[in-house]
């Protein structure tokens, strides 16, 4: 299965589990943003991501390039609470 599938397979399930008037809010807030101009300040698909250093759920910092040592880097940014 491709990422792209998988993707798509995960929205549908959240689709089913995100009760409708709180995927309103998400959508609507996801409209703002687009409208906001932010697009056009991203990092394209396919750019090279500047080296970082975060955080991780124990507090330590963790950088990406120690990261990129061990393969290929996923990046996934939640909103958090809505």
Same mark, same amino acid.
């Given at each position: 299965?491709?990422?792209?599938?998988?993707?798509?397979?995960?929205?549908?399930?959240?689709?089913? !589990?995100?009760?409708?008037?709180?995927?309103?809010?998400?959508h609507r807030a996801t409209e703002d943003l687009r409208r906001s101009?932010?697009?056009?300040?991203?990092?394209?698909?396919?750019?090279?991501?500047?080296?970082?250093?975060?955080?991780?759920?124990?507090? !330590? !910092?963790?950088?990406?390039?120690?990261?990129?040592?061990?393969?290929?880097?996923?990046?996934?940014?939640?909103?958090?609470?809505?």
């Amino acid at each position: 299965m491709s990422l792209e599938e998988k993707l798509g397979a995960m929205r549908a399930l959240s689709e089913k !589990r995100i009760p409708a008037d709180r995927a309103a809010i998400m959508h609507r807030a996801t409209e703002d943003l687009r409208r906001s101009g932010i697009l056009d300040r991203i990092v394209r698909v396919g750019a090279i991501m500047p080296s970082f250093a975060l955080d991780n759920h124990d507090g !330590r !910092r963790v950088s990406s390039d120690d990261l990129l040592a061990g393969g290929p880097l996923v990046l996934s940014f939640f909103r958090g609470s809505w």
